[in-house]
């Protein structure tokens, strides 16, 4: 079974701080996603990446980077945490080519106060 | 704007019927669509793909594609209450790292 982990479950993190939310994944997939979703938004992508130190903006990158220097590990980082970044971040991976189907990890959920 | 698009609901099937939810999509070049299951507090898991037009069943679920429409749908048979949950319905272009596009889904009840 594939599985992708994610650092924390919950966070509670003050205005202004960085945060580094990290995902792991264990089936040598190539491509890694990080999703934020919101109620009556749905899943909007942030940024992925389909090979290490590569990289791709999302819908919604602004207030974010990512980082990934390791083909298991993908990195999201809020520069300088907003309230507005309040939400459940999910990670997510796919092995590549024709094969579309996502695998996500269990989600954080971020507090920004 | 790509997008794909669901009915919030939420939808309410009593125990036993068939639940039918439905979605569609704006690009056309879209080839793969993907049903997830996401229960409250839960992350999506995948029920079903499919790629070619007409039905696909798998157990009580059954999605069907319809290209030249830009129409996806999933029917849940024998709907039970561990079927309550939000269904996010999703599109991509097939190959390499397409971003997949995700409806906002639709909430489904099933009423003892």
């Known amino acids: 079974d594939v599985k992708v982990t994610q650092s924390s479950r919950y966070l509670v993190k003050r205005t202004g701080e960085k945060v580094f939310l990290e995902c792991v994944q264990d089936?040598?997939?190539?491509?890694m996603f990080w999703y934020r979703q919101d109620p009556g938004l749905g899943l909007r992508l942030i940024y992925f990446?389909?090979?290490?130190?590569?990289?791709e903006k999302g819908d919604i990158p602004e207030g974010y980077s990512v980082s990934r220097e390791k083909k298991e590990r993908f990195s999201l980082i809020l520069e300088s945490a907003s309230t507005n970044q309040t939400s459940m971040y999910l990670c997510?991976?796919?092995?590549?080519?024709?094969?579309?189907?996502?695998?996500f990890g269990p989600g954080t959920r971020l507090t920004v106060l | 704007q790509k997008e794909v698009e669901q009915n919030s609901g939420p939808l309410s099937v009593p125990e036993g019927a068939i639940a039918s939810l439905n979605c569609t999509y704006s690009?056309?070049?879209?080839?793969?669509f993907f049903w997830y299951r996401q229960y409250s507090g839960k992350s999506p898991e995948l029920i079903m793909f499919?790629?070619?037009?007409g039905d696909k069943e798998d157990g009580r679920f059954t999605a069907q594609l319809n290209k030249a429409s830009q129409y996806v749908s999933l029917l849940i048979r024998d709907s039970q209450p561990s079927d309550s949950a939000t269904y996010l319905c999703a599109g991509a272009v097939s190959g390499g790292y397409q971003k997949v596009t995700f409806g906002t889904g639709t909430k489904l009840q099933v009423i003892p």
């Open positions: 499919i790629y070619s037009n």
């Open positions: 089936m040598d997939h190539e491509n």
């Open positions: 990446s389909y090979d290490v130190k590569m990289k």
């Open positions: 997510a991976s796919t092995p590549g080519g024709d094969t579309d189907t996502q695998y």
């Open positions: 690009d056309r070049g879209s080839q793969s």
